[in-house]
């Protein structure tokens, strides 16, 4: 793990924040946190339909490979 978090102090982690807030303003943070959670939602529901089309049908994948030989 990286060494620099772990040595974080209490005091330190607001003083991170309020920088952060300095640099990108109030408005930016919500509507970045917004589209974050919107891609890792789409990332999610991704796999889960890979997942559900893998344990539908798992011999319909070997029999598309195998008949285009």
Known sequence: MNPLLINLNGWEIP??????????????????????????????????????DIKADPTDHNSTSSGSK
């Not at 589209?35 to 796999?47: A, E, Q």
Request: no cysteine; glycine share 16%; charged share 25%.
């Open 15 to 52: 003083i991170i924040v309020i920088v952060i807030l300095i640099l990108f303003g109030g408005k930016k943070i919500p509507e970045f946190m917004k589209g974050l959670g919107k891609g890792i939602n789409s990332f999610k529901k991704g796999l889960n339909d890979i997942e559900e």
